[in-house]
T-cell receptor, first 111, second 110 residues
């Protein structure tokens, strides 16, 4: 079955710098790759997603890139701000299958 | 619009006591519903999912059970809680490929 690995488990960056979180997946048939942000004491919220027919997607300061050949995808946050501090989860799935989750990355933005 | 309600937000229960967490969704019909658990500082562990009334799939054998008595209601239960059942419980529903999560229940078993 599908397996998703996420790195790093903790990432600390200076406010204003960029942050990159990486995930790899094992099932080449996976075609949907969302990223979720979980703030303390809350449920995860979808922040951006990408499908396998697209290589990159941007939404303001957030972007996701997908390399199907290497089976990895990454979340990029530019000009980080204190409110970006949270736990970020990647996931992967095939059509009509369950999401398989990464273990999460705790992002700390240092003032 | 679609919304998901989960309660209670916080719960402290003694070991051996029963548990009932409820999740309801509005604004959609026949949703796929999920129960996840998060231990402190850990990832999301899928406990149960349901594709319809009375249909429950268990991902991890444990001290918990789930039921779906109505299309938009999903209940997580236990007859006797263990210390290891402590954690953050999340209900979610799926529309298409995206998941929408509830606000979670923080369960502490003492």
């Amino acid at each position: 079955g599908e397996n998703v690995e996420q790195h790093p488990s903790t990432l600390s960056v200076q406010e204003g710098d960029s942050a990159v979180i990486k995930c790899t997946y094992s099932d080449s048939a996976s075609n949907y790759f969302p990223w979720y942000k979980q703030e303390l004491g809350k449920g995860p919220q979808l922040i951006i997603d990408i499908r396998s027919n697209v290589g990159e997607k941007k939404d303001q300061r957030i972007a996701v890139t997908l390399n199907k050949t290497a089976k990895h995808f990454s979340l990029h946050i530019t000009e980080t701000q204190p409110e970006d501090s949270a736990v970020y989860f990647c996931a992967a799935s095939k059509s009509n299958y369950q999401l398989i989750w990464g273990a999460g990355t705790k992002l700390i933005i240092k003032p | 619009s679609q919304t998901i309600h989960q309660w209670p937000a916080t719960l402290v229960q003694p070991v051996g006591s029963p548990l009932s967490l409820e999740c309801t969704v509005e604004g959609t019909s026949n949703p796929n519903l999920y129960w996840y658990r998060q231990a402190a500082g850990r990832g999301l562990q899928l406990l149960f999912y349901s594709v319809g009334i009375g249909q429950i799939s268990s991902e991890v054998p444990q001290n918990l059970s789930a039921s779906r008595p109505q299309d938009r209601q999903f209940i997580l239960s236990s007859k006797k809680l263990l210390l290891s059942d402590s954690g953050f419980y999340l209900c979610a529903w799926r529309a298409g490929t995206g998941y929408t999560f509830g606000s979670g229940t923080r369960l502490t078993v003492v």
